[in-house]
């Protein structure tokens, strides 16, 4: 007989007359006594969820814009509008954005492009609980799968909008150029980067709701510590300066805008040093969440 | 013995009647699991109790343990640690094979997608592969009937039909060895409940069952043992599930108080069969399947030409479970006994409220009431459990003497 039994908090096989009967233990014990234990689940489990994360992230998409006449075209338009805004503000000299020497329209609207994608990833593993609460309480799921198919429509959506942002650019004069290649690879660092974020506020944000909010009320400060819509500053003496030198995420944001722009490579080391803390930071936190489990639930409630 | 299935040893859980204080306590209990803190010597802190507290009993392949208990005793709590939702904070629990619950029909289902694609959704939410979910598709949808709907989003169904189509998903795709079951064992209309329930004897046959009900004739049909809970505790476990439901109806405080309401007609006394007559707020006993005959000595203050009288039986959860009406000839003013024969006392062993009440039945579109006993007084059937079948208010035939 096989377990079918989900993400089962520790399993021992015991030997007796059913030697293929799956055993599982619930006890007070902390789950860390036996990391390599929960870590084996992890990795097991994401294999053995993966239909359920494939269908999942399939309803989600289908589900999406069942209802919309417009549909995947609502992918492309925050960005684009976003982009249209900075680029009027700064027209009409309300504001002076610093691009260096690109052009400010193709300047922004690349960064906006990322930006709305790094919003949206560093919320999503948070939503993907909310939105999972009413299964969680009731049945033995693993969370991951859900957050994992949430990711996934967040990555669908950037490579959509990102398909028609080089489309676009190419349309207002951009050259192509090979390093256009290295840009999903930055891209992808760039949600890693929200991802990870996401991913290590969830347990405390399934818990309390300031976590969540605090979240979407800072965003809009956090553009600003990362070169989204201007330029990463030369001169690094300035306070402002320092936190956009040292922001993770500016790298692979600068990576991605120089790749289709400039085809500089001068930000592809860092981004690859941060890409890799990351995913050590996103292992970390599955782990956290998986010890975390039990409790949160209990404390949702019914 | 090696098919014991569930093992649940002193299984017991802390819980905080204060929301702030509950989150605050989420944070320190993640923060001891990480520093290996030993397993936190369970004293409760400020605003928290025990939900469940020394929980111990086995279920083996075969049987289903009845889990019955006031709401708010902990019986869904206890379903959610053996479903290893939540930890215990004491003791531990074993589960061998594999655990299916039928809980939560239709979990995961987006209502603007259309049946079909929701049975996959929730299929593979209860850990099913595709390929599983496709092998059965036609019996699940031949099950929920829903034949004509496939291609249809499930928002335009019915509630009935959306909780049938959960059902069938539920019944058709799991085959647990521990099977936890709660209330849910039908659902929809007469003729779909039917079906339902042989579908889930089906499916309990070869499991161990756990079964949460609130319906009584349900768990004593179904349960080989009944786990009584009080306030978290076990008050009783027993194979004698006659005994348990007898504790657990026992929780429920008598009436007391009886109202009375009266126009110039009381009940002096009533008697069952060759028994002393007992007074108002008195108590009866009868075997169950017996003829009773009921002996009612009443006074009018005046004559009448014909009385109706209604005798219901009401359970501990105050439903009407058995009634007979008979109408009289014409009663003098003054005493006089009517008596109404019951053949067969068809209801549960239990305690009931017998409830009366009399009408001037001249008129019969008007009938003018001249008294009710809101109850008149208890009565105590008693009998084996295990034979009885009835589960619906039944109307039983009453005959005048």
Same mark, same amino acid.
């Given at each position: 007989?096989?377990?079918?039994?989900?993400?089962?908090?520790?399993?021992?096989?015991?030997?007796?007359?059913?030697?293929?009967?799956?055993?599982?233990?619930?006890?007070?014990?902390?789950?860390?006594?036996?990391p =390599?234990?929960?870590?084996?689940?992890?990795?097991?489990?994401l294999?053995?969820?993966?239909?359920?994360?494939? #269908?999942?992230?399939?309803?989600?998409?289908?589900?999406?814009?069942?209802?919309?006449?417009?549909?995947?075209?609502?992918?492309?338009?925050?960005?684009?509008?976003?982009a249209?805004?900075?680029?009027?503000?700064?027209?009409?000299? !309300?504001?002076?954005?610093?691009?260096?020497?690109?052009?400010?329209?193709?300047?922004?609207?690349?960064?906006?492009?990322?930006?709305?994608?790094?919003?949206?990833?560093?919320?999503?593993?948070?939503?993907?609980?909310?939105?999972?609460?009413?299964v969680?309480?009731?049945?033995?799921?693993?969370?991951?799968?859900?957050?994992?198919?949430?990711?996934?429509?967040?990555?669908?959506?950037?490579?959509?909008?990102?398909?028609?942002?080089?489309?676009?650019?190419?349309? #207002?004069?951009?050259?192509?150029?090979?390093?256009?290649l290295?840009?999903?690879?930055?891209?992808?660092?760039?949600?890693?980067?929200?991802?990870?974020? =996401?991913?290590?506020?969830?347990?405390?944000?399934?818990?309390y709701?300031?976590?969540?909010?605090?979240?979407?009320?800072?965003?809009?400060?956090?553009?600003?510590?990362?070169?989204?819509?201007?330029?990463?500053?030369?001169?690094?003496?300035?306070?402002i300066?320092?936190?956009?030198?040292?922001?993770? !995420?500016?790298?692979?944001?600068?990576?991605?805008?120089?790749?289709?722009?400039?085809?500089?490579?001068?930000w592809?080391?860092?981004?690859?040093?941060?890409?890799?803390?990351?995913?050590? !930071?996103?292992?970390?936190?599955?782990?956290?969440?998986?010890?975390a489990?039990?409790?949160?639930?209990?404390?949702? =409630?019914? | 013995?090696?098919d014991?299935?569930?093992?649940?040893?002193?299984? $017991?859980?802390?819980?905080?009647?204060?929301?702030?204080?509950?989150?605050?306590? $989420?944070?320190?209990?993640?923060?001891?699991?990480?520093?290996? *803190?030993?397993?936190?010597?369970?004293?409760?802190?400020?605003?928290?109790?025990?939900?469940?507290?020394?929980?111990?009993?086995?279920?083996?392949?075969?049987?289903?343990?009845?889990?019955?208990?006031?709401?708010?005793?902990?019986?869904?709590?206890?379903?959610?640690?053996?479903?290893?939702?939540?930890?215990?904070?004491? $003791?531990?629990?074993?589960?061998?094979?594999? +655990?299916?619950?039928?809980?939560?029909?239709?979990?995961?289902?987006?209502?603007?997608?259309?049946?079909?694609?929701?049975?996959?959704?929730?299929g593979?939410?209860?850990?099913?592969? *595709?390929?599983?979910?496709?092998?059965?598709?036609?019996?699940?949808?031949?099950?929920?009937?829903?034949?004509?709907?496939?291609?249809?989003?499930v928002?335009?169904?019915?509630?009935?039909?959306?909780?049938?189509l959960?059902?069938?998903?539920?019944?058709?795709?799991?085959?647990?060895?521990?099977?936890?079951?709660?209330?849910?064992?039908?659902?929809?209309?007469?003729?779909?409940?039917?079906?339902?329930?042989?579908?889930?004897?089906?499916?309990?046959?070869?499991?161990?069952?756990?079964?949460?009900s609130?319906?009584?004739?349900?768990?004593?049909?179904?349960?080989?043992? +009944?786990?009584?809970?009080?306030? $978290?505790e076990?008050?009783?476990?027993?194979?004698?599930?006659?005994?348990?439901?007898?504790?657990?109806?026992?929780?429920?405080? *008598?009436?007391?108080?009886?109202?009375?309401?009266?126009?110039?007609?009381?009940?002096?006394?009533?008697?069952?069969?060759?028994?002393?007559?007992?007074l108002?707020?008195?108590e009866?006993?009868?075997?169950?399947?017996?003829?009773?005959?009921?002996?009612?000595?009443?006074?009018l203050?005046?004559?009448? +030409?014909?009385?109706?009288?209604?005798?219901?039986?009401?359970?501990?959860?105050?439903?009407?479970?058995?009634?007979?009406e008979? +109408?009289?000839?014409?009663l003098?003013?003054g005493?006089?006994?009517?008596?109404?024969?019951?053949?067969?006392?068809?209801?549960?062993?239990?305690?009931?409220?017998?409830?009366i009440?009399?009408?001037?039945?001249?008129?019969p579109?008007?009938?003018?009431?001249?008294?009710?006993?809101?109850?008149?007084?208890?009565?105590?059937?008693?009998?084996?459990?295990?034979?009885?079948?009835?589960?619906?208010p039944?109307?039983?035939?009453?005959?005048?003497?």
């Amino acid at each position: 007989m096989k377990s079918q039994s989900l993400s089962p908090e520790k399993c021992e096989r015991v030997s007796g007359p059913c030697t293929n009967d799956v055993v599982v233990v619930y006890t007070p014990d902390s789950l860390l006594r036996h990391p =390599g234990q929960v870590l084996a689940e992890i990795f097991r489990d994401l294999w053995r969820t993966r239909e359920l994360t494939w #269908i999942l992230f399939c309803r989600d998409m289908k589900a999406q814009f069942r209802q919309s006449i417009l549909g995947y075209a609502w992918l492309v338009a925050p960005p684009l509008v976003s982009a249209a805004a900075w680029y009027l503000l700064n027209r009409s000299g !309300l504001m002076k954005i610093d691009t260096g020497d690109q052009p400010v329209a193709q300047f922004v609207v690349v960064g906006t492009t990322l930006w709305s994608a790094f919003s949206a990833v560093l919320m999503t593993p948070m939503d993907a609980i909310e939105n999972g609460k009413p299964v969680f309480t009731k049945l033995n799921v693993p969370i991951e799968a859900f957050i994992l198919a949430a990711t996934g429509s967040v990555v669908f959506n950037l490579v959509i909008s990102s398909t028609v942002l080089v489309a676009l650019l190419l349309a #207002i004069g951009v050259d192509a150029r090979i390093t256009f290649l290295l840009f999903p690879f930055a891209a992808s660092s760039v949600l890693a980067m929200g991802f990870t974020l =996401g991913m290590l506020l969830a347990p405390l944000s399934a818990l309390y709701a300031d976590v969540r909010r605090a979240v979407s009320a800072f965003l809009g400060l956090a553009m600003f510590t990362v070169p989204v819509i201007f330029q990463v500053p030369e001169d690094d003496s300035g306070m402002i300066a320092g936190v956009i030198g040292n922001n993770p !995420l500016t790298p692979a944001i600068a990576l991605s805008r120089d790749a289709l722009l400039t085809g500089n490579l001068d930000w592809l080391s860092r981004t690859i040093v941060w890409l890799g803390a990351c995913c050590v !930071l996103t292992l970390a936190s599955v782990f956290v969440l998986r010890i975390a489990k039990p409790h949160i639930i209990t404390r949702m =409630g019914m | 013995m090696s098919d014991v299935l569930i093992r649940c040893e002193n299984a $017991g859980k802390v819980f905080c009647r204060d929301l702030k204080r509950s989150l605050w306590y $989420g944070v320190r209990d993640i923060a001891s699991d990480f520093l290996l *803190k030993n397993v936190r010597d369970v004293q409760l802190r400020p605003q928290e109790f025990w939900a469940n507290q020394g929980i111990t009993f086995e279920v083996r392949r075969g049987e289903c343990l009845g889990l019955i208990g006031r709401n708010g005793a902990g019986k869904t709590t206890l379903l959610k640690m053996l479903n290893g939702l939540i930890k215990p904070d004491t $003791g531990r629990i074993e589960l061998r094979g594999r +655990v299916g619950a039928m809980i939560a029909l239709g979990a995961g289902f987006n209502p603007i997608l259309t049946a079909r694609e929701n049975v996959y959704v929730n299929g593979s939410i209860l850990g099913l592969s *595709k390929q599983q979910i496709s092998d059965k598709f036609d019996e699940i949808i031949e099950f929920a009937e829903l034949e004509d709907f496939v291609d249809a989003p499930v928002r335009t169904f019915s509630s009935g039909m959306q909780v049938r189509l959960g059902f069938a998903v539920a019944v058709i795709l799991i085959q647990p060895d521990v099977l936890l079951l709660d209330e849910v064992l039908a659902v929809g209309d007469a003729g779909f409940r039917s079906k339902c329930y042989n579908a889930v004897m089906a499916m309990a046959n070869q499991a161990a069952v756990i079964l949460v009900s609130h319906s009584m004739p349900q768990i004593a049909r179904l349960s080989s043992h +009944v786990l009584v809970m009080n306030a $978290g505790e076990v008050k009783s476990c027993t194979d004698n599930v006659a005994a348990g439901i007898q504790t657990y109806f026992g929780e429920f405080p *008598k009436t007391s108080a009886s109202s009375v309401v009266s126009r110039g007609t009381q009940i002096r006394s009533i008697a069952f069969d060759d028994s002393l007559p007992v007074l108002l707020g008195g108590e009866l006993t009868v075997s169950r399947r017996d003829d009773v005959l009921i002996r009612m000595e009443i006074e009018l203050e005046e004559p009448l +030409v014909q009385m109706l009288c209604v005798l219901a039986f009401i359970d501990a959860e105050q439903k009407s479970v058995g009634r007979t009406e008979c +109408v009289t000839a014409a009663l003098p003013a003054g005493r006089s006994t009517i008596r109404i024969q019951v053949p067969q006392l068809p209801l549960t062993p239990g305690n009931y409220d017998l409830q009366i009440l009399f009408s001037d039945s001249n008129n019969p579109k008007r009938p003018f009431h001249l008294a009710r006993y809101d109850p008149f007084g208890q009565v105590v059937v008693k009998g084996d459990v295990a034979q009885y079948t009835c589960t619906s208010p039944i109307l039983f035939d009453s005959h005048q003497c």
